[in-house]
């Protein structure tokens, strides 16, 4: 039996199927702290920081689907949340956010750490954020932020002021007039358009001489489906980001990412494709996608509100990606042409190779590319894999090859820095019997990460396998941004912002009492990536790189072009060495190896 309303918060939790919190402690929460103390029902993990807090409630949410939720204190520690709560919003992530406040008397008293907290978080929280005041309350609240997290797939928070968390719990409201008598009672709903909707789309994509694919976040309990519709349709599949693993890359019709990080087939899919089936995508960048009016489009999504909105859709079918995909395949008639394809495998085919010639360039010291190529044939099976922010995505996203079985992320909308480790971390927590892979840069290392090796080294003993890897490409420089100040801003690099203070990120490790590799030769790379994966203590692998191999996208605009050789002009400090790598890097898109 609950006896505060902390204990009450914790055992409805439990109830609604929450068994790990993540957060920070502080005097706004004492009342939720205690009671966590007296019950092993929910699991506390304590980070560093509370907006790692939110991110590994974002990643629990994207591993296991189920409603992820991180606890903070009043004022300062509720602030800390938002980056990472941000992080959840844009890629559509179920989180609830469980925050302190001042005693009920002090608000609006101007009193110490008081914020105004339900304003603060009015935005990213905006679909349900309410403050308890009243102990008779407590139960609805719990339920509808649950729910509405669940059921919109979004951030909602719940506010306990520090002296309501010790009243007396009411587990069950008084049967009178004003009060509120909810329940936890599951949801079902059907997630498959009507049949007329479905035959209408099907006569559209069975029109499609050639018909492109782009899979998204919400494809990726699809796989099957969608490699059953490309099948029939004779078309090719390009992913956006969030969706990587939505289909696997040994696939000779996959043309991978789409996007400034994405690759040359995909490109060339959508400026020449005539139909586009969007699934589970709200990939934001027009410039990639087929010209209006060029293609025909189709689009399934279960949120009705981002339809149509990235392309003028021809139709629309709101459901479940997986579910609308069967109820349409038997509605697809098989094309007995299959040059369009035969198209995007020869592309697809090529690239790999130019890829592969790209990664075997010199470097001073390593080719960047050649730490992601060297990894892909030595993933482990099943394995998890966490992305952040910056240039160590791009080749992530194009050299990375994804096997059926696998799982992805990195922080797509709100494309924040600093989400890999915690991300790294909650997916252990997730899946302990997994391998997981964190690809970090050296400025997402020293905001975030190396404070989170540290929450590392104090519970990786509990889920027993240390099977975690954190790749640090060190190259001493916020890369992305400054490939951005010269390819969009034709601005030289300013060393003052961009260039980055080098830290022994391997002999760190060791110190807290993990494993360290440091690798500063190319010819080192492959057994680096053996000798980290073959750890059983987690693994910090340092990858000395090269700053200035150049993230070409699939197909340089004039106006990049222009920018970046203004850059050059007004003198950048790594010119000479840029420009030799790029030459590099279009050679090996001209004359790519030749096959095996």
């Known amino acids: 039996m609950a006896d505060t309303v902390g204990d009450f918060l914790l055992q409805r939790l439990h109830a609604w199927g929450v068994r790990r919190v993540y957060g920070y402690p502080g005097d706004g929460i004492n009342g939720i702290m205690g009671a966590f103390g007296r019950q092993e029902q929910i699991e506390f993990i304590q980070t560093r920081h509370e907006e790692m807090a939110a991110f590994m409630a974002t990643a629990h949410a994207k591993f296991t689907g189920e409603v992820g939720v991180c606890v903070a204190t009043s004022g300062?520690?509720?602030?800390?949340?938002?980056?990472?709560?941000?992080?959840?919003?844009?890629?559509?992530?179920?989180?609830?956010?469980?925050?302190?406040?001042?005693?009920?008397?002090?608000?609006?008293?101007?009193?110490?750490?008081?914020?105004?907290?339900?304003?603060?978080?009015?935005?990213?929280?905006?679909?349900?954020?309410?403050?308890?005041?009243?102990?008779?309350?407590?139960?609805?609240?719990?339920?509808?932020?649950?729910?509405?997290a669940k059921e919109e797939r979004t951030v909602t928070c719940l506010i306990f002021p520090n002296d309501v968390q010790d009243l007396d719990a009411v587990p069950k409201p008084p049967r009178e007039h004003g009060t509120v008598h909810s329940g936890i009672g599951a949801l079902t709903r059907s997630h498959v358009p009507p049949l007329d909707a479905l035959q209408q789309a099907a006569r559209i994509l069975n029109d499609g001489g050639k018909v492109a694919i782009l899979a998204g976040a919400g494809a990726l309990h699809a796989t099957d489906e969608l490699i059953e519709v490309a099948d029939i349709l004779g078309a090719g599949i390009a992913k956006a980001l969030l969706g990587k693993a939505a289909v696997p890359d040994d696939l000779p019709?996959?043309?991978?990412?789409?996007?400034?990080?994405?690759?040359?087939?995909?490109?060339?899919?959508?400026?020449?494709?005539?139909?586009?089936?969007?699934?589970?995508?709200?990939f934001p960048y027009s410039e990639y996608l087929p010209k209006e009016g060029q293609a025909r489009g189709v689009q399934i999504d279960i949120d009705a509100r981002r339809a149509s909105m990235r392309y003028p859709m021809e139709f629309n079918l709101i459901g479940d990606a997986r579910e609308t995909l069967r109820a349409l395949i038997p509605l697809l008639q098989r094309k007995s042409d299959r040059r369009w394809q035969e198209q995007i495998r020869e592309g697809v085919e090529r690239w790999w190779r130019v890829l592969e010639g790209r990664a075997m360039n010199d470097a001073h010291p390593i080719n960047p590319q050649r730490v992601f190529w060297e990894l892909s044939p030595r993933l482990p099976d099943d394995c998890i894999i966490v992305g952040d922010s910056g240039s160590a995505t791009n080749w992530y996203a194009r050299d990375v090859k994804i096997r059926r079985g696998m799982m992805t992320s990195v922080s797509g909308g709100l494309a924040t820095m600093g989400?890999?480790?915690?991300?790294?971390?909650?997916?252990?927590?997730?899946?302990?019997?997994?391998?997981?892979?964190a690809l970090v840069g050296d400025g997402a290392m020293q905001m975030n990460g190396i404070n989170g090796l540290i929450t590392i080294a104090k519970y990786w003993p509990r889920w027993g396998n240390g099977k975690l890897v954190v790749m640090v490409l060190n190259n001493r420089d916020l890369n992305l941004v400054t490939w951005e100040e010269r390819v969009m801003g034709g601005n030289p690099k300013y060393e003052a912002s961009q260039t980055m203070p080098d830290f022994p990120y391997a002999r760190y490790a060791e110190l807290v009492g993990l494993k360290g590799i440091r690798v500063d030769s190319p010819d080192a790379v492959a057994a680096g990536w053996e000798a980290a994966l073959a750890s059983d203590v987690p693994c910090v692998l340092e990858m000395v790189t090269d700053p200035n191999v150049p993230p070409l996208p699939p197909d340089v605009p004039v106006k990049q072009a222009a920018a970046y050789f203004k850059a050059l002009l007004k003198g950048d400090p790594d010119a000479l060495a840029t420009v030799r790598a790029s030459i590099k890097e279009t050679w090996e898109s001209w004359f790519p190896p030749k096959k095996d």
């Open 76 to 148: 300062p520690g509720a602030v800390h949340l938002l980056n990472g709560l941000y992080d959840a919003k844009l890629d559509h992530q179920p989180v609830v956010a469980i925050v302190g406040q001042q005693k009920r008397a002090s608000i609006g008293g101007d009193y110490q750490q008081e914020v105004d907290l339900p304003a603060l978080f009015k935005d990213v929280a905006h679909e349900y954020v309410h403050m308890a005041t009243d102990a008779t309350q407590v139960r609805h609240l719990i339920d509808r932020a649950l729910r509405i």
């Open 253 to 282: 019709f996959v043309t991978g990412a789409i996007g400034l990080l994405g690759t040359k087939p995909s490109h060339d899919m959508m400026n020449e494709c005539d139909t586009l089936l969007m699934v589970g995508s709200s």
């Open 419 to 437: 989400c890999a480790v915690p991300y790294a971390i909650a997916a252990k927590f997730a899946h302990p019997d997994r391998h997981v892979i």
